[in-house]
């Protein structure tokens, strides 16, 4: 049984305000139109002035509200509709000019009047100069709404759009972190109380001062699973190979390199941990020595020494009393047999077996697809899917196993 998006058939009123940025709220639009999300689009005059309602009207399969005193009766009612029925107000990009009229309860036009008028949580991105970001007024207005509930998404540091307008912070968060934060909203909370371990990426083990052993891991599986558990309640530690990957935000990330290194980390956190999930590629061998400095050619033998590593999952698998521990099994061939065997010789309930050899999947890839292995020896196969649904539909096999007292009574935020 696969999940839907948790945006699938909400209503979401997206106001948009006149600033360069406008363009990017198509691109917003698109994104949470893909997720099966209803979306009508506000816009403020000047709004239209950068992009016309047209464009916002095809995207979102809706009329565009531009008019509070616009003449046709339907539509002064789909305002009054809107304002009943929508389960998010999203304002990007938000001007200066907005923030001001919403902090204040200045309502003198469409956008500033649906927003004292709707009960639904609210998201603003503001977008603008970054002088006038920084200005007090405008930081004053910011923590005002703040204080009344209204989540503000920060804008980035970067380039502005204007000719000489340099760089400083002031555009508009990206709209994929936009969306990330909408869907936080509407994820159910089923994972309340629940501590969980990730690992994630590869681990390097040093021949010398620049050289090492590793594997293409790029962390990708392991983050998608803690941004998934953490989203949905749960408090996640993160713990990661190098990657270039920034961890989620409000996911607790510990940084390691070599597998010692993340061996010593999850066993300093295990005690905590309800759930394991293991999808880093651990380096199962290092050198047996580490040059501190880069080795010369004459100084190298063709043959390279190696020794074990801690088998971390192993290690978790003896000691896990009643947690729940999910381990990944990468494999190129016998897919079953050693996934199987490394159930039964690491102690787990799950694995996760994906085929890392082909490329398109696994290792680096936005997409993975895997067989999941039950102790009561069921197996379930699951299609080809992005990193982060798969994620999803992992927490949700596992949830079930986790007999967890904290979990009655943990409601979704939004339902
Ligand atoms: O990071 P991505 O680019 O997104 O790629 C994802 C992935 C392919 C790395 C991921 O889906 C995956 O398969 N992770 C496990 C990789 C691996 O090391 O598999 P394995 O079959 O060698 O190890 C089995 C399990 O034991 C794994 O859970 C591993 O984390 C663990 N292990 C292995 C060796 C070791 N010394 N200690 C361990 O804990």
Not at 114 to 135: C, D, E, G, S
Request: with cysteine; net charge neutral; proline share 7%.
């Amino acid at each position: 049984m696969l999940r839907s998006s948790p945006l699938k058939d909400r209503t979401i009123a997206l106001g948009v305000t006149g600033g360069i940025a406008c363009y990017k709220a198509l691109e917003l639009l698109r994104l949470l139109t893909a997720q099966g999300a209803q979306v009508h689009v506000l816009m403020t005059e000047h709004a239209q002035r950068f992009v016309t309602p047209l464009s916002f009207e095809t995207l979102s399969y809706h009329p565009v509200l531009t008019d509070m005193f616009a003449p046709a009766a339907e539509k002064t009612m789909k305002h009054i509709w809107l304002a009943e029925q929508a389960e998010m107000l999203v304002v990007a990009p938000a001007t200066a000019n907005i923030l001001g009229k919403f902090a204040h309860g200045i309502a003198d036009d469409l956008l500033s009047t649906f927003f004292i008028t709707t009960r639904a949580p609210v998201l603003v991105a503001p977008a603008m100069n970054p002088a006038m970001y920084q200005h007090p007024r405008v930081q004053e207005n910011i923590a005002k709404l703040r204080q009344q509930g209204v989540e503000i998404i920060e804008p980035e540091y970067g380039r502005l759009a204007g000719p000489g307008e340099g760089e400083g912070k002031g555009r508009l968060a990206a709209p994929e972190r936009i969306l990330a934060r909408i869907e936080d909203r509407f994820c159910p909370k089923d994972w309340q109380g629940i501590t969980v371990l990730v690992t994630a990426g590869p681990t390097r083990e040093a021949l010398d001062a620049v050289r090492f052993l590793s594997n293409p891991s790029s962390g990708k599986m392991g983050y998608a699973i803690a941004q998934a558990a953490q989203r949905r309640g749960a408090r996640v530690v993160l713990i990661s190979g190098p990657t270039h990957l920034s961890p989620p935000p409000a996911v607790e990330c510990i940084r390691v390199t070599t597998a010692r290194e993340m061996y010593d980390a999850v066993m300093a956190h295990l005690a905590e941990s309800d759930v394991v999930i293991k999808a880093a590629a651990v380096s199962d061998f290092r050198p047996q020595t580490t040059a501190p400095h880069k080795l010369k050619k004459e100084e190298m033998t063709p043959t390279l020494l190696l020794e074990r590593n801690p088998d971390i999952l192993a290690e978790v698998g003896q000691r896990k009393g009643n947690k729940i521990l999910v381990g990944f099994a990468a494999e190129t061939e016998a897919f079953m047999a050693n996934a199987w065997k490394k159930m039964e010789r690491k102690n787990l309930d799950l694995v996760v077996v994906n085929d890392v050899g082909n490329r398109t999947i696994g290792f680096g890839s936005d997409e993975n697809q895997v067989q999941i292995l039950y102790r009561d020896r069921r197996q379930e196969e699951l299609p080809r899917l992005p990193k982060s649904v798969l994620a999803d539909l992992l927490l949700d096999r596992i949830l079930p196993l986790l007999s967890h007292p904290s979990r009655e009574g943990a409601c979704p935020q939004i339902s």
